[in-house]
């Protein structure tokens, strides 16, 4: 608890500016190289989403586009009012009987694979490993508020020990001997207790450093990793294609051109009633218009 109050008293007065003629210890080294190392991993976590997405999605169009390979053309009946319609045209499906199915959907499978082991674990294990070092970084700065609040208490006891011995020097009686001997002792064992928190800040501080650094030189392998993708998906997308085959790109009388259809024509309803306005007499009160 007075490990606490130590720790939170100062992180208050350095906050405030309050340090005295104690210069707070830096953390400029691991903080910046913390700050560099969160904005690459804010990044690299939005890619990471999107190629856990990206494989997913993938997985079902492929599973989607190959159910619709393997689904039936629409075909055209003719018949007449008193018989039912009879197929003119062979059913075929979309892919044809080159469609193979099982290269399409194997290659996906073995690609997702592939993008699974050599990119998307490599990435979450920095992502957490860089997680877990950010965790680090609370303990290590509380060592550090320590440190400086045990200096200021170093710092204040030894300025009263020379007030004391002062006032030794300047005669003073056995009572002020005893109350500054007492501060001297008091004194060596604040003394002791900063060199031990130095000494855990100064392990603790360099660790964190080696953590960062080995976060900092693995990051250059993210461009490593994007290039595996691309290459993986370019694999799965090209063993689509083969599986579909060569095919020749629509005619022009068979393009989209070809989706230029007519109105529908009139329903009966609205051809009556346009044969009924055809029939009315212009002359009001005429035969013909009273004539149903």
């Not at 997913?56 to 009946?77: D, G, N, R, W």
């Not at 208490?153 to 300047?170: E, G, H, M, P």
């Not at 629509?250 to 989706?259: F, I, R, T, V």
């Amino acid at each position: 608890m007075a490990i606490f109050g130590r720790v939170l008293g100062e992180k208050v007065r350095q906050t405030v500016g309050f340090t005295g003629k104690i210069d707070p210890t830096s953390n400029d080294d691991y903080m910046k190289s913390l700050k560099s190392c969160s904005d690459f991993s804010a990044e690299l976590k939005k890619v990471y989403l999107k190629l856990k997405d990206m494989k997913t999605i993938t997985s079902e169009f492929a599973v989607a586009s190959k159910k619709l390979l393997q689904t039936p053309l629409p075909v055209a009946y003719e018949g007449t009012a008193a018989s039912s319609g009879s197929n003119v045209a062979s059913i075929v499906t979309v892919g044809g009987g080159a469609f193979d199915a099982e290269t399409m959907t194997g290659s996906n499978t073995n690609v997702g694979a592939a993008l699974e082991s050599e990119v998307l674990v490599p990435l979450k294990k920095w992502l957490d490993t860089f997680k877990s070092v950010d965790a680090s970084v609370k303990p290590v700065e509380d060592l550090r508020l320590e440190v400086d609040s045990r200096r200021h208490t170093v710092a204040d006891l030894s300025a009263q020990v020379d007030k004391l011995r002062s006032k030794l020097n300047s005669g003073a009686d056995a009572k002020v001997e005893a109350k500054m001997e007492d501060t001297i002792k008091t004194l060596q064992h604040k003394e002791a207790k900063l060199t031990l928190t130095m000494d855990k800040f100064t392990e603790s501080s360099e660790q964190l450093k080696q953590n960062l650094n080995k976060l900092i030189e693995t990051a250059a392998n993210t461009k490593y990793y994007l290039m595996v993708t691309f290459k993986e998906q370019g694999k799965a997308y090209q063993a689509a294609c083969d599986a579909i085959g060569d095919v020749p790109a629509p005619s022009e009388s068979h393009g989209l051109s070809k989706l230029d259809i007519s109105d529908a024509p009139a329903s009966p309803a609205e051809v009556s009633s346009e044969e009924t306005k055809a029939l009315e007499s212009p002359v009001p009160g005429s035969p013909v218009a009273a004539d149903d």
